[in-house]
């Protein structure tokens, strides 16, 4: 079933009551992704970071136009996959184990952040490595409710409100 796009509160807080709802707001940011973008997604053990991911990653088409829906595992163990995708390749990384933000050259950041679209999930493991201009998505969860807020400078207020999106006051 498909989830609706749930609404924010007055502070720019998503109530996600289902998995669906979290794959609902991934697929609608996915329609704003470009080359370039470093999306960082915070978030404890369990806050549907990874959910998100897959979602969002399976919202892009494919490289020739098409959909393409595949499995998109956590890249805990690996730490980095990637994904051919439309309108760029996007790489999804698991810096949970990084033990150093130094490290996160090795995993072809630099490559990343110029020639593809950046998921980072664990963003905090990256330091001051992590570009001023990331969409940092904040989820949480409470009870059995997650929550979602956007944060993101001017350029990604505009591009979230041209697809229904709002950044977080």
């Excluded at 996915?30 to 991911?53: H, N, P, S």
């Excluded at 892009?60 to 595949?70: A, F, I, M, N, Y």
């Excluded at 698991?94 to 999930?121: C, T, V």
Aim: proline fraction near 7%.
């Amino acid at each position: 079933m498909e989830g609706a796009l749930p609404q924010p509160d007055r502070n720019g807080v998503y109530a996600l009551a289902s998995e669906a709802d979290t794959k609902a707001l991934a697929r609608r940011l996915a329609a704003a992704a470009r080359m370039g973008d470093v999306i960082a997604l915070f978030g404890d053990l369990g806050a549907g970071k990874t959910l998100f991911a897959r979602a969002f990653i399976n919202a892009l088409p494919g490289p020739q136009g098409h959909p393409v829906e595949e499995e998109v595992p956590s890249p805990t163990f690996t730490l980095v996959q990637t994904y051919e995708r439309q309108p760029c390749e996007v790489w999804h990384f698991d810096l949970y184990r990084l033990e150093d933000p130094e490290e996160a050259w090795e995993l072809g950041l630099e490559e990343a952040f110029a020639e593809a679209l950046s998921l980072i999930e664990w963003p905090e493991r990256l330091g001051g490595l992590l570009p001023r201009s990331a969409l940092r998505v904040r989820l949480s969860q409470k009870g059995d409710e997650r929550r979602v807020r956007f944060e993101g400078d001017e350029s990604w207020r505009r591009r979230l409100e041209a697809i229904g999106l709002r950044t977080a006051e």
